[in-house]
Every structure is written in structure tokens, then in C-alpha cells.
């Protein structure tokens, strides 16, 4: 009898929410440092700055029986002190494994910018590395100027706040499913 292959387990949903426990913390931060430190070589050793400090980090999680399993994309976010009412959104990433299978980034964005809405957020923008420009515009964001960022062409975004309703409980987020095969 010949055994055929097991293909490697995929999760059917994941959760997008407000990093509440320190295991999602440190596998957020765990995850920048793969994709902007080893992947992308932006930052040498670590990513994190004085923002950290005060940011928000969400997480999107895939699932294994319903429970959390891992996470598999990241987001950070943070009203400026300065400016009540202007939050940005920074150190979006994706495990390069999930890239593609579901709507994380989408849903990542969509955390972000409805949390912070809810939280008086009357402008909000990010600095998005220019392959993403697509993405983001076709989420209703509206590029305001270009500029080098780490040595790379990002393009100063805004979002139009219009197409994100207040999310009053980031803590229990969204789901988004993955792509049928």
C-alpha cells in the first residue's frame, strides 16, 4: 500500500484583532524582524523604535481547531501626541507563507483604520512601501506625496475614513477567510 503525502494543514479563517496577550506581542514582534530584518534587510537586527512605546500591535491568527495558532500578520498603530486626531499606521507584514492565501492585509488595514476611527482618529495615514501602493489603493487610500523611506520609495497615504465604520471591540476583531484552492 502506498501512502500519499499529507498535505501541509492550511487554516480555513483567521482572526484579525488588537494584540491583547504577551504570546501575540512577541510573535508580532517576532515577525517584523523576519520580514523587514532577514527578509526585506531594512533594519540589521530589530525594527522596533520609540513608537513601540506607545503603539497599538494588531495581529491577524490563524486557526487550528478554533483556536488561536499563530500569527501570521502584524500591524502596528499609534495616535501622534502632537496632533490629537492624526493616527498612523506603520510595520505592516505578512509570514511570507500566507502571503496571498486570505485577505490579512486587507484585514489588517481595515483593524487598524476602524479601531483608530473609533478612537477619534479624524485623519489617518502610513507610509506604504510603493508595491503596495495597489493594495492600498484599492482600499480607499489616496496618496499625497512620494518619499524615501530605509533607503526605499514609499508613498505617503491617507485613508478616507468614510469607508471605515468605528470598530468598538478591535480586542475581539474580524475574521477573513482564505482563498478557495
Known sequence: MIL????PYRPSH????FATSAWERRACAALRRQVFCAEQGIFTDDDRDAIDAHAIPICALSTLGGDADAVVGTVRIHEVPERPGEWWGSRLAVAREFRGTAALGAGLIQVA????????CTRFLAHVQERNVPLFAALHWTSLDTV?????PHHLMQADLAAYPPMHDPEHGLVTLAKAA
Open 14 to 17: 483567521f482572526r484579525v484583532k
Open 148 to 152: 524615501a523611506l530605509h533607503r526605499r
Open 4 to 7: 500519499e503525502p499529507v498535505p
Open 113 to 120: 483604520v476602524s479601531s483608530a476611527h473609533a478612537r477619534g
